[in-house]
């Protein structure tokens, strides 16, 4: 597929599935920790500020759409990202969003368009 050629449809369907996931504040914002580094689900619950119970059904999601996983380390269960693709598209994001930060015609301009 070249860049002016429009995607198939699967394409499209697949690419809206992933939005979709990361369009929850919570499960991009476990994204964006594990991103930094790896971490057990209390850990991500304290740094995210979510209920344990919570952020356990967010990580069961992204784990079962493939972009985080985790291991055992003994009793421990730790969380990692599964696909650098995703996490350097969500690290452009945020980065291009960071910037608009501060300009007053930029707060908000967003929420409540999505679906």
């Not at 929850?24 to 344990?52: F, M, N, T, Y």
Request: proline fraction near 4%.
């Amino acid at each position: 597929m070249s860049a002016f050629d429009d995607p198939p449809a699967e394409v499209l369907t697949e690419a809206a599935a992933v939005f979709g996931l990361l369009a929850s504040p919570a499960r991009l914002h476990i994204v964006w920790v594990l991103a930094q580094s790896e971490c057990d689900v209390s850990g991500l619950a304290e740094r995210v500020g979510g209920a344990l119970p919570a952020v356990s059904q967010h990580l069961a999601k992204l784990k079962l759409a493939g972009l985080v996983r985790s291991r055992r380390e003994g009793r421990r269960v730790v969380y990692l990202v599964d696909d650098q693709d995703i996490v350097t598209m969500v690290q452009w994001l945020m980065g291009r969003l960071a910037e608009r930060v501060g300009r007053p015609e930029a707060v908000g301009r967003f929420r409540g368009l999505g679906a």
